[in-house]
């Protein structure tokens, strides 16, 4: 059974995939699972890897999209990343963006793309 929190998510993980396409990325992996971390969206721009978080929301009770994406959120997508990296051999330059989705009671959406939103370190 699908819940509206997983609809929203998969809604708002649809327009972010979208919105690559439209600025030219490749998608490579949707949905990508390292043990319980997932990376929604990997593409690429260029020759650089971009591990995209999306997070969407349908108002800002909770805060701004962007704001749920914690020091150990990063971390956690950093380690997946690594793991992706390994197991398809990329070894190239590699970003990390998030990407917030509102949506909005009448069907319309604002998206704001965050490039280079945060940086793990070496990992």
């Given at each position: 059974?699908?819940?509206?929190?997983?609809?929203?998510?998969?809604?708002?993980?649809?327009?972010?995939?979208?919105?690559?396409?439209?600025?030219?990325?490749?998608?490579?992996?949707?949905?990508?699972?390292?043990?319980?971390?997932?990376?929604?969206?990997?593409?690429?721009?260029?020759?650089?890897?971009?591990?995209?978080?999306?997070?969407?929301?349908?108002?800002?009770?909770?805060?701004?999209?962007?704001?749920?994406?914690s020091a150990a959120?990063?971390?956690?997508?950093?380690?997946?990343?690594?793991?992706?990296?390994?197991?398809?051999?990329?070894d190239w330059e590699?970003?990390?963006?998030?990407?917030?989705?509102?949506?909005?009671?009448?069907?319309?959406?604002?998206?704001?793309?965050?490039?280079?939103?945060?940086?793990?370190?070496?990992?």
């Amino acid at each position: 059974m699908k819940t509206d929190r997983q609809d929203t998510g998969r809604r708002g993980e649809a327009i972010a995939r979208q919105h690559l396409l439209d600025l030219g990325y490749e998608i490579e992996a949707v949905n990508y699972r390292y043990r319980r971390v997932e990376l929604d969206i990997v593409a690429r721009e260029g020759d650089c890897l971009v591990f995209v978080e999306v997070k969407t929301r349908r108002g800002l009770a909770y805060g701004h999209p962007s704001g749920a994406v914690s020091a150990a959120k990063e971390a956690r997508i950093s380690r997946a990343a690594k793991a992706y990296m390994y197991e398809t051999g990329h070894d190239w330059e590699v970003r990390f963006d998030i990407i917030s989705i509102l949506l909005h009671q009448d069907g319309s959406h604002t998206l704001e793309h965050l490039r280079d939103a945060f940086f793990p370190g070496l990992f």
